[in-house]
């Protein structure tokens, strides 16, 4: 019985953003799995909704079983919750969605969110997930993760979510080192076209990210000008939220 949950949660995690959706064939190649094998354990996630099947490709994308199961998690975050004051302060003041975005495996996922009240407004739900390499909360989290991480998005690839994009090592390096001279993050369309963000880390007691303060927005408000005008406030915000969780700069050092 192990082995066949451990060979269903490897079939789960074949299911990445670069990947796309995936038939029994894809799996069974991906993984060196006999593809009847494949085939049953995809048909039995999917009864369970933690796979869907396209009626017209009959391939598979993740589900909503396994969504809500991450979201249950997610709202248990202490960071995020920690963080709502802020978050609320920051939403009110910009007018803008505001999220706290943690990091699971290489995705950049929502934690709690907070729309903004304008009629045109960057929508956000618990367990929405992004690639780190087109995102402001995952350019922070490649910054101040692990340093094994950014081999593994590499790993994963770099696709072009849109033209904007950083699609290369070098590109996305150095964007990294800027994330860390200046302590916040620019997604500048390159998670979707026609929406910028900008994020700052939270950090906890022991130094080590806790996730992310990100605002969020639609590109014709969140200007050059706007931005400059809302970093200090988002990265001081952020900063806030970590002395409350505990940390101090030593901690990190």
């Not at 995952?138 to 991480?149: C, H, I, N, T």
Request: hydrophobic share 45%; net charge positive; glycine share 8%.
């Amino acid at each position: 019985m192990s082995k066949t949950v451990a060979k269903a949660l490897n079939i789960l995690k074949q299911f990445t953003p670069a990947a796309g959706e995936l038939g029994a064939s894809d799996v069974a190649r991906l993984l060196g799995m006999d593809k009847v094998i494949a085939y049953r354990l995809m048909r039995t996630l999917a009864s369970e909704e933690f796979l869907v099947q396209d009626p017209v490709t009959k391939k598979y994308r993740l589900g909503p079983g396994l969504i809500g199961l991450a979201s249950q998690n997610l709202r248990e975050v202490p960071a995020g919750e920690a963080a709502r004051p802020w978050m609320e302060h920051l939403r009110d003041a910009c007018d803008e969605t505001v999220m706290f975005v943690v990091r699971r495996g290489t995705e950049a996922v929502v934690s709690v969110p907070l729309e903004s009240r304008q009629p045109m407004r960057v929508t956000a739900n618990v367990g929405d997930a992004e690639a780190l390499h087109s995102t402001a909360s995952g350019k922070v989290m490649l910054a101040y993760g692990p340093e094994s991480l950014f081999d593994e998005v590499l790993v994963t690839g770099l696709p072009a979510v849109t033209p904007r994009t950083l699609t290369t090592p070098d590109k996305l390096r150095a964007e990294v080192r800027r994330v860390r001279a200046r302590g916040w993050a620019l997604d500048n369309e390159e998670c979707v076209t026609g929406i910028r963000a900008l994020a700052a880390g939270v950090f906890g007691r022991g130094g080590g990210l806790e996730g992310c303060l990100v605002i969020r927005g639609p590109a014709s408000r969140l200007t050059d000008q706007a931005i400059e005008a809302v970093a200090p406030e988002l990265f001081k915000a952020a900063q806030a939220v970590s002395k409350k969780l505990g940390y101090t700069p030593t901690a990190a050092a």
